[in-house]
C-alpha cells in the first residue's frame, strides 16, 4: 500500500482555488526567502564549469509550500491573508520505488519526473555535510540540488514545511498579472508580440496557452528568461500554476476573520468527493492563544 500523507496549504484565495483547483509554483525569485536556491561561494567551486548550468536549472523550478498543521498562527498571519483567508488540507499517495518517487495522485497530468516531494530541513550552515563533499561528482551535484531545494536557515522551522519542487515546464497553465496602467499593459502586449508568445487578455489576467507546452518547449526555453526579467524590472508577477486533482481536497478551513460563511456552493460540492462536508471555519479560543476550529453546519 501507497504512503498516504496529509499536509495543508494556508492561502489567501480559498474563494479561486475551489472554483478552479490549481496552486502556484512560485519560482525562486519570488520566494519570501532570499537564501532560497541560491548558491553559496563554496558550493560555486564545487560545481565549477557547472554553476551556471545548475543555477539554470533552479531558476526553471518553482515551490508549491505545504505545512503539517493547520492551527500555526504565525501561517494563518502570513500567507492567509491575515486570518481572512483559508487553510486547504490535503490527502494523497506518493508511490515511490527505490526512494524515488514514480507517481502521486496530488497532481493532474504531472509527471513524476517532473517534481520532487519532500519535508523541509532546518540548519545554520549553507555547506553541505562534510561527507558529501567525498561523493563522486555527479552524486555531490545532486545533493547540492537537493540540498538548495530542502533546506533552510533555522528561524523557518516553526514553518514546518513540506513542499513540491516543480518544474516550471509543466505548469498547466501560465498567466500574467495584468497591469492597471493602459501604457504598461500596451507595453506588455508589444513585449508578448516582440517574443512571439500568444496571449490572451482575459481581463483579469494575461493567459499564456501555449508558453509551457512540451512542443514548444525550446521557445519556451529561450524566452523565458528574457520575459522573467522584463516583467521582474515591471513589477509584474509570473504565474506558473499546476492543477490539483480535487479528490485530494479532505477538509477545508476558514480564517477568524474570514468573510465567508460557507465557501462552497451546492454544485462545487460534487467535484469534492472526499471532503464529506469537512467545512470548518476558525474561532478564538477563551482559554489559550490558540485556534478552535467549529463544522459550519
Given at each position: 500500500m501507497?504512503?498516504?500523507?496529509?499536509f495543508?496549504?494556508?492561502?489567501p484565495h480559498?474563494?479561486?482555488?475551489?472554483?478552479?483547483?490549481?496552486?502556484?509554483?512560485?519560482?525562486a525569485?519570488?520566494?519570501?526567502?532570499?537564501?532560497?536556491?541560491?548558491?553559496?561561494?563554496?558550493?560555486?567551486?564545487?560545481?565549477?564549469?557547472d554553476?551556471?548550468?545548475?543555477?539554470?536549472?533552479?531558476?526553471?523550478?518553482?515551490?508549491?509550500s505545504?505545512?503539517?498543521?493547520?492551527?500555526?498562527?504565525?501561517?494563518?498571519?502570513?500567507?492567509?491573508?491575515?486570518?481572512?483567508?483559508?487553510?486547504?488540507?490535503?490527502?494523497?499517495?506518493?508511490?515511490t520505488?527505490?526512494?524515488?518517487?514514480?507517481?502521486?495522485?496530488?497532481?493532474?497530468?504531472?509527471?513524476?519526473?517532473?517534481?520532487?516531494?519532500?519535508?523541509?530541513?532546518y540548519?545554520?550552515?549553507?555547506?553541505?555535510?562534510?561527507?558529501?563533499?567525498?561523493?563522486?561528482?555527479?552524486?555531490?551535484?545532486?545533493?547540492?540540488?537537493?540540498?538548495?531545494?530542502?533546506?533552510?536557515?533555522?528561524?523557518?522551522?516553526?514553518?514546518?514545511e513540506?513542499?513540491?519542487?516543480c518544474?516550471?515546464?509543466?505548469?498547466?497553465?501560465?498567466?500574467?498579472?495584468?497591469p492597471?496602467?493602459?501604457?504598461?499593459?500596451?507595453?506588455?502586449?508589444?513585449?508578448?508580440?516582440?517574443?512571439?508568445?500568444?496571449?490572451l487578455d482575459?481581463?483579469?489576467?494575461?493567459?499564456?496557452?501555449?508558453?509551457c507546452?512540451?512542443?514548444?518547449?525550446?521557445?519556451?526555453?529561450?524566452?523565458?528568461?528574457?520575459?522573467?526579467?522584463?516583467?521582474?524590472?515591471?513589477d509584474?508577477?509570473?504565474?506558473?500554476?499546476?492543477?490539483?486533482?480535487?479528490?485530494?481536497?479532505?477538509?477545508?478551513?476558514?480564517?477568524?476573520?474570514?468573510?465567508?460563511?460557507?465557501?462552497?456552493?451546492?454544485?462545487?460540492?460534487?467535484?469534492?468527493?472526499?471532503?464529506?462536508?469537512?467545512?470548518?471555519k476558525?474561532?478564538?479560543?477563551?482559554?489559550?492563544?490558540?485556534?478552535?476550529f467549529?463544522?459550519?453546519?
Amino acid at each position: 500500500m501507497n504512503p498516504t500523507f496529509t499536509f495543508y496549504k494556508y492561502t489567501p484565495h480559498i474563494e479561486q482555488f475551489l472554483k478552479k483547483p490549481m496552486l502556484r509554483a512560485t519560482p525562486a525569485y519570488a520566494l519570501n526567502d532570499p537564501f532560497e536556491l541560491k548558491i553559496d561561494r563554496r558550493n560555486a567551486e564545487v560545481l565549477g564549469n557547472d554553476q551556471y548550468f545548475t543555477e539554470y536549472q533552479l531558476t526553471r523550478t518553482g515551490v508549491i509550500s505545504l505545512c503539517e498543521t493547520k492551527d500555526n498562527l504565525p501561517m494563518w498571519s502570513h500567507y492567509a491573508d491575515e486570518h481572512r483567508g483559508g487553510v486547504i488540507e490535503f490527502t494523497f499517495e506518493l508511490k515511490t520505488y527505490n526512494q524515488n518517487i514514480k507517481t502521486t495522485n496530488f497532481f493532474i497530468n504531472v509527471a513524476a519526473s517532473n517534481f520532487k516531494f519532500d519535508s523541509v530541513k532546518y540548519c545554520d550552515s549553507r555547506e553541505l555535510e562534510p561527507h558529501d563533499y567525498e561523493m563522486p561528482s555527479y552524486k555531490k551535484k545532486e545533493q547540492l540540488k537537493k540540498h538548495l531545494s530542502f533546506i533552510k536557515a533555522t528561524p523557518w522551522k516553526e514553518e514546518k514545511e513540506h513542499r513540491f519542487v516543480c518544474e516550471l515546464t509543466s505548469a498547466n497553465s501560465v498567466s500574467l498579472q495584468r497591469p492597471s496602467s493602459g501604457k504598461k499593459l500596451d507595453a506588455l502586449k508589444d513585449k508578448l508580440n516582440e517574443l512571439k508568445v500568444p496571449y490572451l487578455d482575459n481581463a483579469d489576467n494575461i493567459l499564456l496557452p501555449a508558453f509551457c507546452k512540451k512542443s514548444d518547449l525550446m521557445h519556451y526555453n529561450m524566452n523565458y528568461p528574457i520575459l522573467e526579467e522584463y516583467c521582474r524590472a515591471n513589477d509584474i508577477s509570473l504565474f506558473h500554476f499546476f492543477d490539483i486533482d480535487p479528490a485530494t481536497v479532505t477538509g477545508i478551513y476558514l480564517g477568524c476573520d474570514s468573510p465567508l460563511e460557507r465557501p462552497l456552493a451546492k454544485s462545487d460540492t460534487d467535484k469534492f468527493t472526499n471532503l464529506k462536508a469537512n467545512v470548518q471555519k476558525a474561532e478564538l479560543s477563551d482559554e489559550r492563544y490558540e485556534l478552535v476550529f467549529k463544522a459550519l453546519s
